[in-house]
């Protein structure tokens, strides 16, 4: 970052040094800084104070109540965590989140992406409006749509399974533990379809056309130069998009958790950050939140490390 | 070019960072009353019932009925959240910007007072001023925020106990007689499972997840079965105590025998609603809305007390809050007490009762012409909620800073336990030994 600040500067060498003051030079030097400071402050301020207060938090007890002092407890708290059978659930539940996730954030909408790249330009973005439109309805919303829908005996889909004759009673899409976690998928899914879809039509855009009209050229199938062309040049936003999707479902999913099952039946459909929250803001115990958070931190941060890494090998850049 | 997105990226947090902090101090002055141009206290009032379908009308006419009648005091109302509301007071105590008066819920007193610095009702109004608004109180509820040096921090102010509301037409169309007696919950499964067997939904007790993940509904089971949930100075919890796996075993049998749904609170309450599901157990609090479904769905809705386990009586406790006082200035605790005082007269409980289905704390009133008796003669079930009031256990909240896991705990358990073919027994020895090491 540095260096891109310094080399912005106009070039100096040309100038005697040493008509310069010291704390001329020295001001010079640190103007880049100058620049990046109000943003650098609030971001060591909002972001990484408060990283380190967790790592503090998690060796205490406290109910986040100005008035109570905190108790040491040391590493009691990871111990809690480690022992207890719901961090396991949780931690296993984010794993399956992911996993199920990603035919919604990145297989269909590159097929979405795809399909709808050589239409014509309305057609294209009336295409990617329908498909754009979950994205800017508010989860709370949603979910209560979501609700009705898959009720167990008043809902559309029960009711469209039962008249099939599909099923003989209504599937409890949000009570039954076997579907609970599917169906917060599926609506997490439907509604991240659009994002992704933007993202991968904004990397196919980003592609030179001229490559396509060469294999045209040289007689090569469509299908074959999706293959051989789109996807190693769309590589590095597949490479963006599983990264985010891995990191980010267990977000995407909470506020669907938080409205529709709160976590339930008995924690068939939690996962770490509902987990987390729990802890921290309806039982109020600090402590106990920030262990897991540190656990998770550290566990994210692993796989992020991981995915530069693939990323430096797989994804093509076409410069 | 990546130093580029790096600088972007960069900025793009600090915008987001600056909005974050905007948002934060448009709510700050929100949040904190002033006086107002006409010379009038202006205190603020934190309450979930403005943010409930069916009770947002009542709970506005409270407060403008008050702001009417009142020369020295203007109250706003702020609605709140029923889900979270504890997360919400907490937070917002913990950024110093608290509300003058706070609907909380009735099994926290003890938190409150030791983590909030609230005054006390004595203090507060003077000792005969209280005792004169208390006369004619109901005297069971009238203990319910005390704490354990006697003083009353939380007035109970809106407050329902449990009741078993049925559909008398689906009753019919099963083949069962609407008006023979449900007593027990033995009862409750041959309706049930008569409903089931005619096609239609039988029971749900609405206990595990539509309030919030609170747990008095629960306690009412467990306390019904003669079971309890901690011992008697609060030292150690009671899950594995034979009661209480016993009420939670029945409950189980309800559930397995098809008698009693497995869905989500929410899902039954729909049900219910919209006319398939046959008996919901449901604070009366939910009363209103259930009245004009019924209504607007042509069925003819029925109400009975809390089912007993044979032949014990059966133990409701309270769901329900309380009003308290956060305000640490002096004129705006008076002020928060004129209205408070208000909200909890005659005039206001009968406001209450026929606007929300809470229960009138001041039993008289269902006699008396000029409040509530020519309305209780049309909602005779009034008086089976008001009757369950002289049975009524208090909603233990856990002690410590471990509290609120406990409790979480335990709906887990039994949610677990009553929609699974578990083995309870074993499952209350887990949640037991899990719960005794977070007792304080």
Redesign the interface.
């Known amino acids: ?1 540095s ?2 600040a310094l080399s912005a500067l106009p070039d100096l060498s040309g100038v005697s040094v040493r008509q310069q003051s010291a704390t001329k030079r020295i001001l010079k030097r640190i103007t880049p800084f100058l620049f ?1 400071a ?3 402050i ?2 060591l301020f ?2 990484y104070r408060p990283l380190v207060q967790t790592f503090g938090l998690s060796t205490q ?8 002092e905190p108790v040491s407890v040391g590493l009691q708290n990871f111990q809690y965590i480690f022992t ?1 059978p ?1 961090f396991a659930q949780a931690v296993w539940n984010t794993l399956l989140y992911i996993l199920l996730m990603l035919p919604f954030s990145v297989i269909l909408p590159m097929a979405i992406a795809i399909a709808t790249n050589r239409l014509g330009s309305r057609a294209k973005n009336i295409y990617r409006a329908i498909f754009f439109l979950p994205m800017i309805m508010p989860p709370v919303a949603c979910s209560a749509v979501w ?2 829908l898959m ?4 809902g559309l889909f029960n009711h469209v399974l039962t008249s099939m004759g599909v099923v003989t009673e209504g599937i ?1 899409f ?4 076997n579907w609970v976690l599917l169906s917060i998928v599926l609506i997490a899914g439907w509604k991240m379809i659009g994002f992704s879809t933007l993202m991968f039509s904004a990397g196919l855009t980003g592609i030179d056309p001229s490559y396509y009209e060469a294999a045209s050229v040289d007689g090569h199938k469509k299908w074959y130069q999706t293959l051989t062309i789109t996807l190693p040049l769309l590589s590095p936003t597949i490479m963006l998009m599983l990264m985010m999707s891995v990191l980010m479902t267990a977000q995407w999913t909470f506020a669907y958790i938080d409205v ?3 976590g ?4 068939a459909s939690t996962n770490v950050y509902y987990l987390l929250w ?2 921290g ?5 600090s402590g ?1 939140s920030s262990a897991a958070a540190v656990v998770f931190f550290i566990g994210f941060g692993i796989l992020a490390l991981i995915f530069t890494r693939i990323n430096r090998k797989v994804a093509f850049y076409d410069n | 070019m990546k130093k580029k997105k790096i600088v972007a990226l960069l900025a793009a947090a600090a915008m987001f960072v600056t909005m974050g902090t905007g948002c934060m101090t448009t709510k700050a002055t929100d949040g904190t009353g002033s006086e107002s141009g006409n010379g009038k206290t202006e205190i603020t009032f934190y309450t979930y019932n403005l943010s409930v379908a069916s009770h947002k009308e009542a709970a506005q006419k409270l407060i403008d009925d008050f702001n009417a009648q009142s020369d020295t005091v203007h109250v706003t109302g702020v609605a709140a959240d029923v889900m979270s509301l504890q997360t919400k007071i907490q937070s917002d105590y913990a950024a110093g910007q608290t509300f003058d008066v706070v609907q909380c819920a009735l099994n926290q007193v003890g938190y409150y007072v030791e983590n909030y610095k609230l005054p006390s009702f004595e203090d507060v109004a003077g000792q005969d001023a209280f005792d004169a608004h208390m006369e004619g109180f109901a005297e069971n509820a009238k203990t319910l925020g005390q704490y354990s040096d006697g003083k009353t921090y939380v007035l109970p102010y809106t407050f329902s106990t449990p009741m078993l509301y049925y559909n008398a037409d689906l009753f019919r169309k099963a083949g069962l007689d609407p008006d023979a007696p449900i007593e027990t919950w033995e009862d409750v499964k041959k309706c049930g499972t008569a409903l089931k067997a005619a096609g239609y939904e039988g029971v749900q007790v609405t206990a595990t997840t539509a309030t919030g993940d609170y747990d008095w509904l629960i306690q009412a089971m467990i306390y019904s079965n003669g079971g309890d949930v901690m011992n008697a100075d609060h030292t150690e919890v009671t899950f594995n105590d034979p009661n209480t796996v016993g009420a939670i075993q029945t409950w189980q049998d309800l559930v397995k025998s098809g008698a009693h749904t497995n869905y989500t609170d929410t899902e039954a309450q729909e049900a219910f609603l919209a006319g398939n599901q046959g008996m919901l157990v449901t604070p009366s609090a939910f009363e209103s809305g259930l009245i004009s479904a019924a209504e607007s769905g042509g069925w003819e809705l029925r109400a009975v007390g809390f089912p007993s386990f044979g032949e014990k009586e059966a133990i409701p406790t309270n769901s329900g809050s309380g009003l308290c006082i956060m305000s640490s200035d002096p004129e705006k605790q008076k002020a928060a007490w004129e209205f408070i005082k208000y909200v909890t007269s005659a005039e206001g409980y009968t406001t209450i009762t026929s606007m929300m289905g809470y229960l009138p704390l001041r039993p008289a009133i269902v006699d008396d012409e000029k409040y509530l008796k020519s309305w209780a003669e049309e909602h005779p079930f009034v008086r089976t909620n008001l009757s369950q009031l002289n049975r009524l256990h208090r909603w233990e909240g856990f002690p410590g800073m471990n509290g609120g896991q406990i409790s979480t705990l335990l709906n887990q358990t039994v949610t677990k336990c009553i929609f699974s073919d578990c083995d309870v027994a074993a499952e209350m020895q887990t949640l037991q030994d899990q719960a005794q090491d977070l007792m304080p």
């Open positions: 970052m260096e891109l990046v109000p943003a650098l609030l971001v909002w972001v007890m406290w109910n986040m109540n100005p008035n109570v207890h719901d609700r009705w009720h167990p005996i008043n409890r949000l009570s039954d533990e529709l099952t709160q339930g039946p008995a924690g729990t802890y803001f309806k039982n109020f115990n106990l």
